[in-house]
């Protein structure tokens, strides 16, 4: 048996690929291993979104070039790859600035591992593939192997036709496409069949999804998630993320009509002030991003928003920022990310020429992270003493407990539940902690699981 270790940087889109790596290389004989230095083949699945996230990719090459060597000098071997979006975005450069690398492989040509590593035990050389047709991984891709968690992620649009003036993930995804809705409907019942509970619909701009149906028409995102919540077994239904501009009325009413759809949306805005908005080419001002969220609150009074803000971007003012903090006021969020504005090489917003210092964006950062996290604690804090259905995960730190999730995508810690790992289970939330909730089953775990 040889030894795969990945590790996985970047959005979910990558933990889904990552995953489908893993599955395209265990006929090959690799199973997994959390100890690169036990590996016989390692992939760095990257990204590119900030200038940081790209960096740290160099760093670790380096300390893996060190792990290799050690193996070389003792007659072993160790393949190195590195897929995903810095693949994409630097190609060869990466073979040129780091020799230990065997193997680069963008985000839609990985199905074509197999064959690169037959190509380099042939002893051909280093391979680079960076070809772009979506369409032909997916239908290339095996099936997801048998440990299958119960919360799965299932890819099913890929691609951005957006072009931010921030943004990396045209250039290193590709154009918009969509999966057929008879592929992701066989993955999901596959997926549901192998454990998963809950399915997460991934992709860059998911609620832009137009796959072509089987009835020849093209299906929207919430004609989709129609069509999955039918499949017996299945529990819980998630997306991300969603772009503003291709809201519908019909994904509105999904969260109104769908009982799987949980109350969760996650909707970037990037920004509160309008000008800034137009600079980085969004296409929504912040009016239009309000009444969005008003009608998912009147569609599902409940519903858990979160964003990704940008602070910093060029040209921002006091007053757009001001502009922005006064948006996350309006809208009060669960959770939120937000970034300091990295100039990203060949995107339009890094030739600009306002580019904000580092102190002034540091300073923005750690108000509006004051601000999302006090609004997160609130949250939570209002979750205390409440009932809530947990969809428990993986084990926790402790012996006896379990990790699950709240409808609102918050984690819980709940001991003496490892055995109710895969179930949905009434849970009495007892306090919210920094980043998680703690709970305690409301039966003794006896009478859960005979229910
Ligand atoms: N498709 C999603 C986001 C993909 S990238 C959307 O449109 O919302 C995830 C997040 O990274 C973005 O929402 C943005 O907040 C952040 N991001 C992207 N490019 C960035 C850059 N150059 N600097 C800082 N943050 C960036
Ligand atoms: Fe990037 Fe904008 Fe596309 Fe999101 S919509 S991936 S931020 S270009
Ligand atoms: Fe990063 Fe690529 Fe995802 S740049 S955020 S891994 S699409």
């Known amino acids: 048996m040889k030894k795969l270790f990945i590790k996985t940087y970047g959005c979910q889109m990558n933990v889904y690929d990552s995953a489908r790596m893993a599955d395209l290389l265990a006929p090959l004989g690799y199973g997994p291993t959390d100890v690169p230095e036990d590996a016989d083949m390692v992939i760095l699945n990257t990204c590119h979104i900030r200038e940081k996230a790209a960096e740290k990719i160099y760093s670790e090459l380096g300390r893996l070039k060190k792990v290799k060597?050690?193996?070389?000098?003792?007659?072993?071997?160790?393949?190195?790859?590195?897929?995903?979006?810095?693949?994409?975005?630097?190609?060869?450069?990466?073979?040129?600035?780091?020799?230990?690398?065997?193997?680069?492989?963008?985000?839609?040509?990985?199905?074509?591992?197999?064959?690169?590593?037959?190509?380099?035990?042939?002893?051909?050389?280093?391979?680079l593939e960076t070809d772009f047709p979506a369409e032909a991984k997916f239908d290339a891709l095996p099936e997801n192997s048998a440990g299958v968690g119960p919360a799965a992620f299932l890819t099913v649009q890929e691609g951005c036709d957006k072009f931010c003036s921030f943004c990396v993930v045209p250039y290193t995804r590709g154009s918009e496409f969509s999966r057929p809705v008879a592929h992701v409907v066989a993955e999901a019942e596959d997926l549901v069949a192998k454990g998963a509970r809950e399915i997460t619909l991934l992709g860059q701009n998911v609620n832009a999804y137009r796959g072509p149906g089987p009835d020849g028409e093209v299906w929207s995102l919430a004609r989709l998630i129609g069509a999955l919540a039918q499949i017996a077994g299945l529990q819980r239904l998630r997306y991300m993320t969603s772009h503003p501009?291709?809201?519908?009325?019909?994904?509105?009413?999904?969260?109104?009509?769908?009982?799987?759809?949980?109350?969760?949306?996650?909707?970037?805005?990037?920004?509160?002030?309008?000008?800034?908005?137009?600079?980085?080419?969004?296409?929504?001002?912040?009016?239009?991003?309000?009444?969005?969220?008003?009608?998912?609150?009147?569609?599902?009074?409940?519903?858990?928003?979160?964003?990704?803000?940008?602070v910093g971007f060029p040209?921002?003012?006091?007053?757009?920022?001001?502009?922005?903090?006064?948006?996350?006021?309006?809208?009060?969020?669960?959770?939120?990310?937000?970034?300091?504005?990295?100039?990203?090489?060949?995107?339009?917003?890094?030739?600009?020429?306002?580019?904000?210092?580092?102190?002034?964006?540091?300073?923005?950062?750690?108000?509006?992270?004051?601000?999302l996290s006090a609004q997160q604690d609130a949250f939570n804090a209002a979750c205390a003493g409440r009932i809530l259905p947990v969809l428990f995960e993986k084990p926790g730190r402790r012996e006896g407990q379990a990790v699950g999730r709240t409808p609102y995508l918050q984690p819980v810690h709940v001991d003496g539940a490892a055995s109710l790992i895969g179930r949905i289970v009434d849970v009495r939330i007892e306090a919210a902690l920094a980043n998680s909730l703690k709970g305690a089953l409301t039966l003794p775990v006896e009478k859960v699981l005979v229910h």
Request: include cysteine.
């Open 245 to 310: 501009r291709d809201m519908s009325d019909d994904l509105i009413a999904a969260h109104r009509d769908i009982g799987l759809l949980m109350p969760y949306l996650h909707l970037p805005v990037q920004s509160g002030s309008d000008s800034i908005l137009q600079a980085m080419n969004r296409q929504h001002a912040a009016g239009d991003y309000l009444r969005l969220v008003e009608r998912f609150r009147s569609a599902r009074p409940d519903i858990a928003l979160s964003s990704d803000f940008i």
């Open 315 to 371: 040209g921002e003012t006091d007053k757009d920022f001001e502009a922005t903090m006064s948006l996350v006021r309006d809208v009060g969020y669960a959770q939120a990310f937000s970034f300091k504005y990295s100039a990203r090489p060949g995107t339009p917003a890094a030739a600009a020429s306002k580019q904000i210092p580092e102190d002034v964006k540091d300073a923005r950062l750690q108000a509006l992270q004051a601000l």
């Open 69 to 127: 060597d050690a193996r070389q000098r003792g007659g072993g071997s160790m393949m190195i790859a590195v897929a995903g979006c810095v693949a994409q975005a630097e190609g060869a450069e990466i073979l040129a600035r780091q020799s230990a690398v065997d193997l680069v492989v963008g985000p839609q040509s990985y199905h074509r591992l197999p064959e690169m590593i037959a190509r380099l035990a042939r002893g051909a050389g280093h391979a």
